[in-house]
Antibody, heavy 118, light 108 residues
Framework: VQLVESGGALAQPGGSLRLSCAAT????????MNWVRQSPEKGLEWVSS????????YYADSVRGRFTISRDNAKKTVYLQMNSLTVEDTAIYYC????????????WGQGALVTVSA | EIVMTQSPATLSASPGERVTLSCRAS??????LAWYQQKPGQAPRLLIY???TRATGFPPRFSGSGYGTEFTLTISNLQSEDFAVYYC??????????FGRGTKVDMK
């Protein structure tokens, strides 16, 4: 299993970024996928989840209305569109695969650094 | 939101020792509790899920116990490669899934 994030960058407050996560080594379309972020201030913070078919999405209160999770099962890729970024969004963003049938996380990407600063 | 509280924040121990890490949930999460190990510069790695089931690749010296609101991770015969930060995470019912702030196990 490999999860490879891309798209991390420096962004200005109020700006946007789109993270991508390319998955290999497992039946991508059968698993829920997640984004989890980590910062020194907040520690590990679950951000968003999307079901295997892409029909149901969940968000942390801190990002709801600003971030959008999506997936393309044909491309084996999950995305996180981040709008209206604030300095509090600065973190390493991990793409994470859920264990079948539950929400523990058995595979993590290497992380994408998002820095929001003027 | 369910708040996860880990203690202690730091635990100093020597190789060969048995250490116990605690994780408390602000409300019952049944057995929907995971532990992760994180080493510097690396992503977290799933260690225990379902409160007691060890993930692939971890030896039997790692064990998890507990149910409801009180959980424990025990490392017996601590090895040098076990010095790391350990996080608990609840995934009960519906999101948001929440993590504790971690326990750092360092060398005495």
């Amino acid at each position: 299993v490999q999860l490879v994030e891309s798209g991390g960058a420096l962004a200005q407050p109020g700006g946007s970024l789109r993270l991508s996560c390319a998955a290999t080594g497992f039946l991508f379309g059968s698993y829920e996928m997640n984004w989890v972020r980590q910062s020194p201030e907040k520690g590990l913070e679950w951000v968003s989840s999307i079901t295997s078919d892409g029909n149901t999405k969940y968000y942390a209160d801190s990002v709801r209305g600003r971030f959008t999770i999506s997936r393309d099962n044909a491309k084996k890729t999950v995305y996180l569109q981040m709008n209206s970024l604030t300095v509090e969004d600065t973190a390493i963003y991990y793409c994470v695969k859920a264990v079948a049938g539950e929400a523990s996380f058995d595979y993590w990407g290497q992380g994408a650094l998002v820095t929001v600063s003027a | 939101e369910i708040v996860m509280t880990q203690s202690p924040a730091t635990l100093s121990a020597s190789p060969g020792e048995r250490v116990t890490l605690s994780c408390r949930a602000s409300e019952s999460v049944s057995g929907d509790l995971a532990w992760y190990q994180q080493k510097p510069g690396q992503a977290p790695r799933l260690l225990i899920y379902g409160a007691t089931t060890r993930a692939t690749g971890f030896p039997p010296r790692f064990s998890g116990s507990g149910y409801g609101t009180e959980f424990t991770l025990t490392i017996s015969n601590l090895q040098s490669e076990d010095f790391a930060v350990y996080y608990c995470q609840q995934y009960s019912k519906r999101p948001p899934w929440t993590f504790g702030r971690g326990t750092k196990v360092d060398m005495k």
